[in-house]
């Protein structure tokens, strides 16, 4: 929960609030001066934060948040044709942009800060007096990168991996925060999955138990989901809460869970990786997406190269997938090579835990369901069965989650636990992990919360 003052505290639950809009749009760089627009500009405000993705797994997720801006356009400034506009020729994607709301506590707003985004698209009819923007948080931008190569690691502890990747896409300490918990366990053989950035973060999330978002100060954030914390805010029906659900979806639950996980071991020594005519520009060459044919690698231990002379190795990077490599050339003329990549492979043995709830079994008799998990980072009998043991109390149980209408409190963040308490519902005191906060400011605010009874989530 964000820090605030008593007053806020005290004014966010008050049955009458003043709440205000402010956003800085920063058109011209991040380092220069924004462009300021408030509650005469700022039409409504949809901000989405979330923990958890829509899916069967309750398990690890990697989710960017977005917000949608929509804006004032009587004088068609928002127009990108509109060449009296000052915002002409600036209506660009990868704009930065801050969102606020503000609480008006003893006179004057306290302003909360709802993040750090980045603009999509624009939208913008010449038909309407409304222009819309949307925006995505950083995580969304750094998911979308490709992985850079990165060895094979062994006996390397889970928050090793998280922070070897930040690292990798060029983060500093300063801007990502990982749940020391993890550093306790470790991984027998390491690796990243071909693909993007979030295809990575979200094998280690899942198979970590992890949750991985983007703060409101800009930072990548990984929670362990085991990681239980106290609730800070009570909501009531009678301040906050307008109505409450807990549906029961049986339709949806599970009576098993079906964990397969992978052991390594390294395999025979073999050719990773052969190819013949390689061209060499007379100034040197640089090849950088040569996928191994042998995958996943251990590592590599003889790069050969033939048929000509004149040739050097310049650098050399190795993945798990794949490599990258510069040949240098002293002679005069365009040249070939053959390149061959010799090291070992990793052999995989696949086995598969099961986890039964007998209650669920029993209430969904000859319709029983499994569900399946599988990754290759969960690579003990032991991993796997706690992994089971986690997921099966939240996805046997019909009322696991609960859905809050409320009238919003913006301090509130991923990661916090938060006390339910709607007499109306016969919802008494019960503690609630959001997974996720569906934000709507259109001159007052609302807020719908979905999240997970804290009882399902830690199995008590």
Request: charged share 20%.
């Amino acid at each position: 929960m964000l820090n605030t003052t008593a007053d806020y505290k005290t004014a966010i639950s008050s049955l009458s609030r003043d709440i205000k809009p402010r956003v800085e749009i920063y058109f011209d760089g991040a380092s220069s001066s924004p462009t300021t627009l408030g509650s005469d500009n700022i039409a409504n405000i949809d901000f989405l934060e979330e923990a958890q993705a829509e899916g069967d797994n309750p398990l690890g997720t990697v989710t960017a948040n977005e917000i949608v801006l929509v804006l004032r356009n009587d004088e068609q400034y928002f127009n990108p044709e509109n060449t009296d506009s000052p915002y002409y020729g600036k209506l660009k994607p990868n704009i930065l942009i801050k969102p606020y709301l503000g609480l008006k506590v003893n006179g004057s707003y306290e302003w909360i800060e709802l993040g750090q985004f980045w603009t999509s698209f624009w939208d913008a009819d010449s038909a309407d007096v409304y222009a819309s923007v949307e925006c995505f948080d950083r995580l969304f931008i750094l998911g979308q990168e490709d992985m850079p190569l990165i060895p094979t690691m062994e006996n390397v502890s889970r928050y090793e991996m998280f922070e070897t990747l930040f690292q990798s896409i060029g983060l500093n300490a300063s801007e990502y925060s990982i749940d020391g918990s993890l550093a306790s366990d470790n991984v027998p053989i390491g690796y990243y999955p071909d693909g993007d950035v979030n295809n990575a973060l979200s094998f280690l999330a899942e198979a970590f138990n992890c949750s991985v978002s983007m703060t409101r100060g800009n930072i990548v954030k990984v929670i362990n989901n085991r990681t239980t914390v106290s609730s800070v805010k009570t909501m009531n029906d009678t301040d906050l809460i307008i109505t409450s659900n807990m549906p029961q979806h049986f339709d949806k639950i599970y009576s098993d869970v079906e964990v397969t996980y992978s052991h390594h071991s390294i395999g025979e020594k073999a050719t990773l990786l052969k190819v013949d005519d390689i061209g060499i520009d007379a100034s040197g060459s640089t090849y950088t997406e040569l996928e191994f044919t042998t995958t996943p690698i251990a590592f590599v231990t003889d790069i050969k190269i033939t048929n000509v002379q004149h040739i050097s190795i310049n650098s050399f990077s190795i993945g798990t997938w794949g490599m990258t490599i510069t040949l240098d050339n002293s002679a005069s003329a365009n040249q070939t090579v053959d390149l061959e990549v010799i090291g070992y492979p990793l052999d995989i043995v696949e086995n598969k835990v099961t986890v039964r709830d007998t209650t669920a079994y029993s209430l969904l008799g000859d319709k029983a369901r499994i569900l399946p998990m599988k990754n290759y980072l969960v690579q003990l009998a032991s991993d796997a069965t706690n992994q089971a043991n986690l997921v099966i109390p939240i996805v046997s149980d019909p009322k696991a989650y609960i859905e809050l209408h409320t009238r919003g409190d913006m301090s509130l963040e991923i990661g916090d636990t938060i006390t339910a308490n709607d007499v109306t519902n016969k919802l008494a005191n019960k503690e609630i992990v959001p997974i996720r906060y569906d934000y709507a400011y259109d001159g007052g605010l609302r807020c719908d919360i979905y999240g997970i009874k804290k009882s399902a989530k830690d199995g008590t």
